[in-house]
């Protein structure tokens, strides 16, 4: 399990503990590469254990569509190697008006195009697949069925422990506090528990990355900012109730779907920010409740047992910031995930090990290139929910 030794050298340094230092470190360690992660509280205790668990490769544009393709089939990869539950129990994306059905039919033909079977269906199909819901103002739906879901912390535990066999050291409850930069190389960190040699870093830390940016005296513009979402929990009910995930935009831009234990997890578009507070709200919890029953009216039984928030680390065009920043040698980020990043990870985990072990990628990577803003060269804005 992690350590709280702090090695005195390293070749690759990556800082934060999420989803996404952890496969990243996870990549680069069964590459062979010397690499330690530093996490100033505990794995996975950012934004991923806070997260709605949905794994979805429904996007609105071709860069996001192949990354999630590829992240799709690592995720089915890994979760049967090591043992996590991954299942694909779909996305269905409920649709109300000719002109939501315009826009999911572009979507769709994106997806096809890359082998995501991806179709509408009438909303009689999708009251087969969740008789739960309220089809009365409904149109159409998006299907997926390859689209799915894994538990954060199952999963996230796994990837950590099979980076530790491959010789990954992971730090906790170790801060990250400046840099050690002697002419625009990289030397070290200096954390809370003392000094780490490295020459490598990656930045991966979301709603906190512009602080590190900032520690690395990074004066390029990658605008990310952390926002308050929040979401809750029911009281478990009859396991196989709520299969995919089932999302609906005209109903307060709402995602719902059962955990493995049997509650209904899920959240609103309900946003507040930026901030880095997350006291959960009297407001989330009145709109979530009105929400989810219009979608699903037997909610209306259920005890809610909790809610809690977590940041969604946004950019302007809710596309991540990953690649090498030229400023600095060697200072890569991955950061700015705009509430997608769990699903991502298995595959920015690819990216960038590639960026780093072989300087270039088969992943679309230029997409998420984080000189785009200062370049005002926004993408089309990625499809999120929330
Ligand atoms: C309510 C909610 C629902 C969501 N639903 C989904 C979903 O269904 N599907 C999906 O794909 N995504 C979802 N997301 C988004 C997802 O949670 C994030 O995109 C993802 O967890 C980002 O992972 P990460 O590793 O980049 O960041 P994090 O998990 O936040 O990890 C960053 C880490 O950096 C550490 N850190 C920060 N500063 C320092 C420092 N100075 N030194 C050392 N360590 C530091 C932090 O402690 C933290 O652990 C949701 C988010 C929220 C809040």
């Not at 796994?158 to 990954?168: D, I, N, S, T, V």
């Not at 809750?232 to 709520?242: L, Y």
């Not at 969604?312 to 400023?327: H, L, R």
Request: hydrophobic share 40%.
């Amino acid at each position: 399990m992690p350590t709280r030794e702090l090695p005195e050298k390293s070749e690759i340094t990556i800082i934060g503990g999420g989803i996404v230092g952890v496969t990243i470190a996870h990549e680069l360690a069964k590459r062979g590469e010397e690499v330690t992660v530093i996490e100033k509280r505990f794995i996975g205790s950012g934004s991923t254990f806070r997260c709605g668990t949905g794994i979805r490769q429904q996007f609105n544009d071709e860069a996001n569509v192949q990354v999630m393709k590829r992240s799709v089939e690592l995720w089915k990869k890994y979760s049967e190697e090591y043992g996590f539950p991954f299942q694909q129990t779909g996305y269905l994306f409920l649709l109300y008006d000719d002109e939501e059905v315009e826009t999911f039919k572009r979507n769709i033909a994106i997806q096809n195009k890359f082998g995501v079977p991806t179709r509408l269906i009438t909303p009689e199909e999708a009251k087969e697949i969740v008789p739960l819901l309220d089809i009365s103002e409904v149109v159409a739906a998006s299907w997926n069925p390859t689209d799915g879901k894994a538990s954060p912390f199952h999963s996230t535990a796994k990837f950590a422990l099979h980076a530790e066999e491959f010789g990954a050291k992971l730090v906790e409850y170790t801060e990250v506090k400046d840099f050690i930069i002697e002419n625009g190389e990289i030397k070290g960190l200096k954390t809370s528990r003392g000094t780490i040699k490295t020459g490598i870093v990656v930045n991966a830390t979301n709603a906190w990355a512009k602080l590190i940016n900032a520690m690395a005296g990074i004066r390029t513009k990658i605008p990310i900012e952390p926002y308050k979402h929040q979401a809750v929990i029911t009281q478990p009910i009859k396991k196989g109730s709520v299969k995919p995930m089932v999302i609906s935009f005209r109903y307060g831009h709402a995602y719902l779907t059962q955990t493995s234990h049997g509650g209904i997890i899920g959240g609103v578009g309900y946003e507040e920010g930026p901030t880095y507070d997350l006291n959960p709200t009297y407001e989330f919890l009145r709109e979530v409740s009105y929400y989810f029953t219009k979608i699903i009216p037997a909610l209306r039984e259920l005890l809610i047992l909790r809610t809690w928030a977590g940041y969604y680390a946004k950019t302007p065009d809710s596309n991540p910031a990953i690649g090498k920043i030229e400023e600095l040698s060697d200072y890569y980020i991955a950061a700015g995930f705009s509430g997608h990043g769990f699903m991502m990870a298995p595959a920015v985990a690819e990216m960038v090990a590639d960026l780093i072990t072989k300087g270039k990628t088969d992943l679309p990577a230029w997409w998420y290139d984080p000189y785009r803003f200062e370049r005002g060269e926004l993408r089309g804005k990625a499809l999120q929910m929330g």
